[in-house]
């Protein structure tokens, strides 16, 4: 009996500890939002944020925050294949509202797999799934991510061979085709062995099992990564000042290894090191100022505002969320009355 009672407790103190965690996970996050944001802010100052804006035509501003939005949709789509790859099914509204604030908080914050898997566990928690759930949809999205840029940057290497737009990394030629074959030679043994390898690998300890995804998903993930690189890229590029003479591919190609290097650095977003790499390609091309200026607003546009977006809906929800427990309360407090 008192074994017994000892493992009930046991129970007990898990559920309050994971209600508590539950509880002030929002708080954590949003406060870090607000600390990120104020930051960013800081150094984006207002005058040089009005500079870039007015140089910059409203309607290629519009086109970025269209192509914004339409590659925060696209990043829905890991979660979408990655629930598949468990087996579990949740409406698309749920899915895309998880999926859009964790990548905006995690694209912020830094950190993507903790910052974006908070988000994930705060919300996909009350959907039924568990943390271990949680962090196997954060690993397959971090292979979908991985296969995409393992294709465009492979490609852009081999191609451009560290020439023209990938000049600015300082590549011999054979080094860089060597860089791409070996990145297209990895995406290539991960497909076969997602074609062939369909054993289960269990782990009694943990009571957990992994597997790979089928072939035909791990396809939509190459192909939805790619998406991503590209609407992603397509964001600065119509930025751009017309005439520049850089074409689209090159700035995926560009933008790709450029994310490479900041994702490398571990600085949030790249900065400095994105940066950096973007304004030493474009410069023969297009004025330091005007590069600047550009990079100045597709932050504001891929990163801040999509960041506050998400942090309002963080907040509503969890507002919305407070205000239907505390009716329920109420509700119980007059029937026991």
Not at 18 to 24: E, F, M, N, S
Not at 189 to 213: D, F, M, N
Not at 222 to 246: E, H
Request: hydrophobic residues 55%; charged residues 15%.
């Amino acid at each position: 009996m008192w074994g017994v009672g000892e493992q009930s407790r046991g129970v007990v103190s898990r559920a309050l500890l994971r209600r508590g965690v539950l509880a002030l996970l929002p708080l954590v996050l949003l406060s870090l939002a607000f600390l990120v944001m104020r930051h960013e802010l800081r150094e984006l100052s207002a005058a040089a944020m009005m500079r870039a804006l007015t140089s910059i035509p409203r309607e290629r501003i519009a086109w970025a925050v269209v192509c914004a939005a339409s590659n925060y949709l696209a990043l829905t789509l890991y979660d979408v294949l990655a629930l598949r790859h468990l087996g579990r099914r949740l409406p698309y509204r749920q899915v895309g509202f998880t999926s859009f604030v964790g990548y905006a908080f995690g694209h912020n914050i830094g950190m993507s797999f903790l910052t974006g898997g908070g988000v994930r566990y705060r919300l996909y928690s009350a959907r039924g799934l568990s943390a271990w759930d949680v962090a196997r949809v954060g690993t397959f999205n971090a292979l979908t991510f991985w296969s995409g840029l393992l294709a465009v940057a492979g490609v852009a290497l081999v191609v451009d061979a560290g020439q023209g737009a990938m000049s600015a990394l300082s590549l011999r030629p054979g080094v860089a085709r060597g860089l791409g074959l070996g990145m297209l030679g990895v995406l290539g043994a991960y497909l076969v062995a997602c074609a062939r390898v369909r054993r289960t690998l269990k782990v009694p300890r943990l009571g957990v099992e992994l597997s790979l995804p089928t072939w035909r998903l791990a396809v939509a993930q190459v192909v939805v990564s790619c998406l991503d690189w590209t609407l992603g890229a397509m964001v600065l590029w119509v930025l751009l000042p017309q005439g520049v003479g850089i074409q689209p591919a090159s700035m995926v190609a560009l933008f790709a290894v450029a994310q490479l290097l900041g994702i490398a650095s571990q600085v949030p977003g790249g900065l400095g090191v994105f940066d950096s790499v973007i304004l030493a390609a474009l410069t023969p091309e297009v004025p330091g100022a005007v590069v600047l200026g550009t990079l100045v607003v597709y932050r504001v546009v891929y990163y801040l505002l999509p960041f506050a977006v998400a942090s309002l809906m963080l907040a509503g929800h969890e507002l919305s969320l407070h205000r239907g427990q505390v009716a329920q309360w109420r509700g119980r407090r007059r029937q026991a009355g």
